[in-house]
Nanobody, 124 residues
Framework: QVQVVESGGGLVQPGGSLRLSCTVS??????????MGWYRQAPGKQRELVAA???????RYADSVKGRFTISRDNAKKTVYLQMDSPMPGDTAVYYC????????????????WGQGTQVTVSS
């Protein structure tokens, strides 16, 4: 069974920085081909895509985070990151890592494997 484990959430001030990490329990050869995504869900709202990255490092971002958040991956560590710079209170949510994402220039389709989520709170 594939396990997806997030870490790095917490309280951050507006304008600060925070980095989320997500590690997947698959072989390196499989992870190299996995599309990976970060989603978030705020109270009372639907889950939404934040950013996604293919095995070849093609990336997609939600318009609301473009220029502020950066998704990246380290295949040797089987880990994907979400660097959150200049977060705003509206970024407060539970952030979920998703493995097996399908990412093209036209769509992003959720994968089958989810982490448990990590809370990010942006507040002064």
């Amino acid at each position: 069974q594939v396990q997806v484990v997030e870490s790095g959430g917490g309280l951050v001030q507006p304008g600060g920085s925070l980095r989320l990490s997500c590690t997947v329990s698959v072989s390196t050869s499989i992870f190299n081909y996995y599309g990976m995504g970060w989603y978030r869900q705020a109270p009372g709202k639907q889950r939404e895509l934040v950013a996604a990255i293919t095995g070849g490092n093609y990336t997609r971002y939600a318009d609301s985070v473009k220029g502020r958040f950066t998704i990246s991956r380290d295949n040797a560590k089987k880990t994907v990151y979400l660097q959150m710079d200049s977060p705003m209170p509206g970024d407060t949510a539970v952030y979920y890592c998703n493995a097996g994402v399908i990412v093209t220039s036209h769509l992003v389709r959720e994968g089958d494997h989810w982490g448990q989520g990590t809370q990010v709170t942006v507040s002064s």
